[in-house]
């Protein structure tokens, strides 16, 4: 029976997915503590970083390690993830800035009245997962991060991820 549209299908997929990773957290801190599930996160998300980053590359056909080649895969994850983003280039494209608006994990966060533990996921879930999107595209690739929406709320209205080749 396939009574279903594409996008009715990746709707399912994607609640799911997120379902599954707040459910699987709240779990293991009920069973092992705060400390423990953020550790165990911490692992999850260092893995899950590269299958999806190597699943981009597959996807998308892309070969290379460009700052470029990065953020055209990274834009699937965003996209698909339904972040509200925009991307700037630098004149020599050695630089991909993401300005993200809204942050489907951190709307999670805020539906589920645990934003006081949005700085210790931004600081130990989203750097080490971000990170591990630019080792799978070389070691010439640096991140930096500039204000972030989860953290930073009264000051800043965005999260600024910066992708950028070393000199």
Not at 49 to 71: C, D, P
Not at 88 to 97: E, G, L
Request: aromatic share 12%; glycine share 4%.
């Amino acid at each position: 029976m396939k009574d279903f549209e594409d996008a009715q299908i990746a709707d399912f997929l994607r609640r799911s997915y997120f379902a599954v990773d707040g459910l699987w957290f709240v779990k293991a801190e009920e069973r092992f503590g705060f400390e423990e599930a953020i550790a165990l996160d911490e692992a999850v998300w260092n893995v899950m970083s590269k299958i999806q980053a190597r699943k981009a590359r597959e996807l998308l056909a892309v070969t290379g390690n460009s700052v470029a080649n990065l953020a055209r895969a990274f834009s699937l994850k965003l996209t698909a993830e339904r972040y509200h983003y925009e991307t700037r280039t630098d004149a020599d494209a050695n630089a991909v800035q993401f300005a993200i608006s809204m942050c489907p994990w951190y709307e999670i966060l805020k539906s589920s009245n645990r934003t006081h533990i949005a700085e210790i996921i931004a600081d130990r879930i989203c750097k080490r997962e971000f990170a591990g999107w630019t080792r799978e595209f070389g070691q010439d690739i640096e991140i930096e991060f500039q204000g972030r929406l989860c953290i930073e709320r009264e000051q800043c209205d965005k999260c600024t991820i910066v992708f950028r080749q070393r000199a």
